[in-house]
């Protein structure tokens, strides 16, 4: 079955970076969407980026679009969210998601999902 597990969480200071990752296995991944949510206390679970497998093309909220940066490295069968200019606001638990094609936006579309890294943005 898909495994989707994440890493690369933690406690950092505002405007520095950080690199989520996403390992992906049980499947093959070809004809696949990639994405990562992400959930503060209390609030929704919210898009983040997402990026098809075999295309690469990305998507990415407003909030993030110009300082996330989504990838995948398909040898590793890893995706990856690269987090440029931390704020404060960007602290949730981020995850991991997977559907086939087409891309939605909705978390609710997506089947797949890890359990979850914290990322932690102090002022």
């Known amino acids: 079955q898909v495994q989707l597990v994440e890493s690369g969480g933690g406690l950092v200071q505002a405007g520095v970076s950080l690199r989520l990752s996403c390992a992906a296995s049980?499947?093959?991944?070809?004809?696949?969407?990639m994405g990562w949510f992400r959930q503060a206390p209390g609030k929704e679970r919210d898009f983040v980026a997402a990026?098809?497998?075999?295309?690469?093309?990305?998507y990415y909220a407003d909030s993030v679009k110009g300082r996330f940066t989504i990838s995948r490295d398909n040898a590793k069968n890893t995706v990856y969210l690269q987090m440029n200019n931390l704020r404060p606001e960007d602290t949730a638990v981020y995850y991991c998601?997977?559907?086939?094609?087409?891309?939605?936006?909705?978390?609710?579309?997506?089947?797949?999902w890890g359990q979850g890294t914290q990322v932690t943005v102090s002022s």
């Open positions: 990026i098809t497998w075999n295309a690469g093309s990305t």
């Open positions: 049980g499947r093959t991944f070809s004809n696949f969407v």
């Open positions: 998601a997977s559907r086939p094609l087409p891309y939605y936006r909705a978390s609710s579309r997506y089947p797949y």
